[in-house]
């Protein structure tokens, strides 16, 4: 599959504080990116979005950042809160076909 | 609107055995797409549709099919289950085609036996 990796499979944050998430990918063509969320049983669901013309996007509570001089990207929880606990997939574009991470997992301690 | 919804939620299948994973939407979304998520990976794409009629292969389309006949459903067909076909399949749709919003469904666990 293509090369769409994390630096880090699970992170571990105390309530309230940032976590931030991390995403590589290999692909300079990708024109768009989304992050997800997803608990345990359930289907991802869309936390933010990015396109490939922006370096930043901001949302309630997450941010995301685009840097392509390096490939990666970033997704940024501010006050994490327990209900953030989930893994977190990123996903790139390129034509019709979205390529996804490997996750990474995050647990918030109360 | 209900979304994407998708049955069965469970389903267990002997090796050899054919059977039909349904998913359908009702947020008039052209663009329909199967995805299936092994233990400690990410989704795959197996197939996806960006319009009635159409339908083209994901990363790994080997051994499942695929019609779009209306809007609104995306059956993906499994003609002969394999061990290796064992996973939580998720149907998403979006507007349009590739750089949209995708929206999953809650998925369907297939074990094969």
């Known amino acids: 599959g293509e090369n769409v990796g994390l630096h880090l499979p699970t992170l571990s944050v105390q309530e309230g504080d940032n976590s931030i998430i991390n995403c590589a990918y290999s692909?300079?063509?990708?024109?768009?990116f989304i992050w997800y969320k997803q608990e345990s049983g359930k289907g991802p669901q869309f936390i933010i979005d990015?396109?490939?013309?922006?370096d930043k996007r901001q949302g309630q509570r997450v941010t995301v950042l685009l840097n392509k001089t390096v490939k990666h990207l970033s997704l940024q929880i501010a006050a994490t809160q327990p209900g953030d606990s989930a893994v977190y997939f990123c996903?790139?574009?390129?034509?019709?076909?979205?390529?996804f991470g490997t996750g990474t997992s995050l647990t918030v301690i109360p | 609107n209900a979304g994407v919804t998708q049955t069965p939620k469970f389903q267990v299948l002997k090796t050899g055995q054919s059977m039909t994973l349904q998913c359908a939407q009702d947020?008039?979304?052209?663009?329909m797409s199967w995805y299936r998520q092994d233990p400690g990976m990410g989704l795959r794409l197996i197939h996806y549709?960006?319009?009635?009629?159409?339908?083209d292969q994901g990363e790994v389309p080997n051994g499942y099919n695929v019609s779009r006949s209306t809007t609104e459903d995306f059956p993906l067909r499994l003609l002969s289950a394999a061990p290796s076909q064992t996973s939580v399949y998720f149907c998403?749709?979006?507007?349009?085609?590739?750089?949209?919003?995708?929206?999953f469904g809650p998925g369907t666990r297939l074990t094969v036996l």
């Open positions: 998403a749709s979006s507007y349009l085609a590739g750089a949209d919003t995708q929206y």
């Open positions: 692909n300079s063509a990708s024109d768009y």
């Open positions: 990015i396109r490939s013309n922006m």
């Open positions: 996903a790139e574009n390129r034509g019709n076909q979205f390529y």
């Open positions: 947020m008039n979304h052209e663009y």
């Open positions: 549709s960006v319009g009635a009629g159409i339908t």
